[in-house]
């Protein structure tokens, strides 16, 4: 079982930035990726970012140079720093991982970017 807690969400206006959190807790020794997807109104739940044990990342072709996934293992969190915010990044972000073959989401943080 693992538990994930995202934090940092919020309002932005364009060109911006916010660094996301989630910490995991739970039988996080067994996790070796997690995650970060987003849902924006209407669309389908997408993958953002990336990162699995030994540090390789992959990122969706819409956030390449802007969003940057890291993970802290001595604080079993995973962060997203997202940078040049625009409209489009407006969605619920959510932390994920899979353990055991079995899926698990964080609650979920809103990003609203708006002049």
């Known amino acids: 079982q693992v538990r994930l807690v995202e934090s940092g969400g919020g309002l932005v206006q364009p060109g911006g930035s916010l660094r996301l959190s989630c910490a995991a807790s739970g039988s996080v020794f067994s996790i070796n990726r997690m995650g970060w997807y987003r849902q924006a109104p209407g669309k389908e739940r997408e993958l953002v970012a990336r990162?699995?044990?030994?540090?390789?990342?992959i990122y969706a072709d819409s956030v390449k140079g802007r969003f940057t996934i890291s993970r802290d293992n001595a604080k079993n969190t995973v962060y997203l720093q997202m940078n040049s915010l625009k409209p489009d990044d407006t969605a619920v972000y959510y932390c994920n991982t899979v353990l055991l073959g079995s899926n698990y989401w964080g609650q979920g943080t809103q990003v609203t970017v708006s002049s």
């Open positions: 990162i699995i044990t030994g540090g390789s990342t």
